[in-house]
């Protein structure tokens, strides 16, 4: 089974608009990390935002939000007031466990986003 | 700019033979991560290290190894080298060998294989 799932290939947004790119992921692993990158066309990742299991609350950071629906495993990122340097690829990624050798992360296949005037 | 340093940027070479890519983690890091990026496989683990020690092991092949020296740079070593073997080839660090460490990626190698 999948462990991160995107099911948006490629999303369209106007400029100024919000935007949701939805990440569903697997785990039976009480302890795990999610994590959204942004890869724009010149091939960078780009670390965006974080969230924890155990956090309490969703992670902001700027424009970027994290929907963290436990019971539901989705880690939804929303973008408010896009602009045209948001279009990329977004990846959303999961670490699982706390010890050392369950570092490695899990990339789901990535969502295009294309943001209009 | 992360601060992870990759080289080269670019690479192409032939079936058949052997490339060295490089890392530099930012500084004080001590975890060196590789993925591999290509369009039928996505972006996938290949292999961890954290201050010199192999950590986990990913979908890494044989034909590929990897080693992180006191220095905590990091080099991959992929041999034998196929068409299929074609991708974008990232390095990340992170702060340490625990999970919830953000990991900041390089530029990336891109290698193609003619």
């Known amino acids: 089974a999948q462990k991160i799932t995107q099911t948006q290939p490629g999303m369209f947004v106007q400029e100024k608009e919000a935007v949701t790119l939805d990440c569903t992921y697997d785990t039976s692993d009480p302890s795990y990390g999610l994590f959204w990158y942004k890869q724009p066309s010149s091939g960078e990742m780009i670390f965006l935002i974080y969230q924890g299991s155990y956090d309490q609350q969703n992670a902001t950071e700027g424009r970027y939000s994290l929907n963290f629906q436990k019971a539901r495993k989705s880690a939804n990122l929303v973008i408010s007031a896009s602009q045209l340097g948001d279009s990329a690829m977004y990846f959303c990624?999961?670490?699982?466990?706390?010890?050392?050798?369950?570092?490695?992360?899990?990339f789901g296949t990535g969502t295009r986003l294309q943001v209009t005037l | 700019d992360s601060g992870v340093t990759q080289t080269p940027k670019h690479l192409i070479t032939a079936t058949g033979q052997r490339v060295t890519l490089r890392c530099s983690p930012r500084?004080?890091?001590?975890?060196v991560y590789w993925y591999q990026q290509s369009l039928d496989q996505g972006l996938q683990f290949l292999i961890h290290y954290y201050n010199g020690e192999e950590r986990a092991k990913g979908n890494i092949l044989e034909r590929f190894s990897a080693q992180q020296f006191p220095d905590l740079h990091s080099e991959l070593n992929l041999s034998s080298l196929e068409l299929g073997d074609s991708a974008l080839y990232f390095c990340a660090s992170s702060a340490s060998g625990t999970p919830y460490n953000e990991q900041f990626f390089g530029p990336g190698t891109r290698l193609t294989v003619l």
């Open positions: 500084s004080g890091d001590l975890s």
């Open positions: 990624a999961m670490r699982e466990g706390t010890t050392g050798t369950a570092s490695k992360l899990t």
